[in-house]
């Protein structure tokens, strides 16, 4: 059976878990710790009546041997330990999806694109080790920097870890890149590195496109996308290229359409990764367009006023 939100709720507590101000009833807190967002049980555990903090309940038997059975503790540890593995950015720790906040239409369609497919995922079958049915539609995010692509694929990330205590890997593409080709200058071999971003349960690719589109990126793209494809595997992207070349029409609109293709970024994913690949891309995901100004300038403090100097 799925593995529901309700169920990650303790055992009994002598601090009842809905009045917990850190966990707000959920068990687990998350925070951000150096680069990466990790997550832990909440400390109000370490009081549970049933278990007294190790997990396990102790009972005898009819036949008057002690046993000891696993308590919701268990549970709550393997997926806190699931989301510390996720490796998701540390300044996204805050990120969830209901905190995503829409400023345009096509940011709302996202969020309700993204919400259906929650709503799906609580009608699938996951078994206790997480494992999900194959040949799940991802959900792939177009558009240009600050739009909070990230934001809402980190928010589906922290649910299926939490919620559902389903495997996930989140990696930004070029510093995937930058540590595959690291292991590679090690010595270790194309499958050994590859193989656990293929087989990992779901799989989250962020700045697809970024980098130079070398021979040996795409190489290493078209084996990663290509195994997950054939795996049927849950993958969800982001990419700051537009999925497909729409050219404008209307004159003055193409002129603007003209000019804009010195930025790099402009240029269509399809190109950025070739038709092989984008064909498969468009097996596996519904792709959304979300527009907007970028979110980003400002949301820094400056030392001096309200921030934290150095």
């Known amino acids: 059976m799925n593995a529901r939100p309700e169920d990650r709720r303790p ?35 370490a009081n549970c009546a049933s278990c007294r903090g190790t997990g396990y309940r102790r009972s005898r038997n009819d036949a008057g041997y002690e046993i000891a059975t696993p308590c919701a503790l268990i549970g709550l540890r393997r997926r806190a330990n699931l989301f510390k593995l996720a490796k998701i950015p540390a300044q996204f720790s805050s990120s969830s999806y209901p905190s995503y906040q829409p400023r345009t239409e096509l940011q709302r369609a996202a969020k309700l694109a993204l919400g259906s497919f929650l ?109 997950r494809y054939n795996r049927g595997a849950l993958t969800f992207f982001a990419t700051n290229h537009p999925y497909r070349e729409n050219r404008p029409t ?23 990764v070739g038709g092989r690949i984008a064909s498969r891309l468009s097996a596996m995901c519904d792709w959304l367009e979300v527009d907007g100004a970028d979110a980003r300038p400002g949301s820094w403090q400056t030392p001096g006023r309200g921030g934290r100097t150095a």
């Open 11 to 45: 055992c009994t507590a002598e601090t009842p878990a809905d009045s917990c101000p850190l966990c707000q009833g959920q068990g687990i807190v998350v925070s951000a710790h150096s680069e990466y967002a990790v997550a832990d049980v909440c400390t109000h555990l």
């Open 119 to 227: 709503a799906q995922l609580a009608r699938v079958e996951i078994d206790a080790n997480g494992e999900l049915p194959p040949r799940l539609r991802g959900i792939g995010l177009s558009g240009p920097p600050g739009v909070g692509k990230t934001h809402l694929l980190v928010g589906v990330a922290r649910i299926l870890t939490l919620d559902y205590g389903v495997p996930v890997h989140f990696a930004d593409f070029s510093q995937l890149l930058w540590s595959l080709k690291a292991g590679y200058d090690a010595g270790t071999s194309e499958t050994q590195l590859i193989r656990p971003l293929v087989e990992v349960e779901a799989l989250f690719i962020d700045e697809l496109g970024k980098g130079r589109a070398s021979e040996w990126e795409l190489g290493v793209l078209d084996a990663l996308i290509s195994g």
């Open 250 to 272: 209307q004159p003055a609109d193409a002129r603007r359409w003209a000019e804009s293709r010195e930025d790099p970024r402009m240029e269509p994913l399809e190109a950025r």
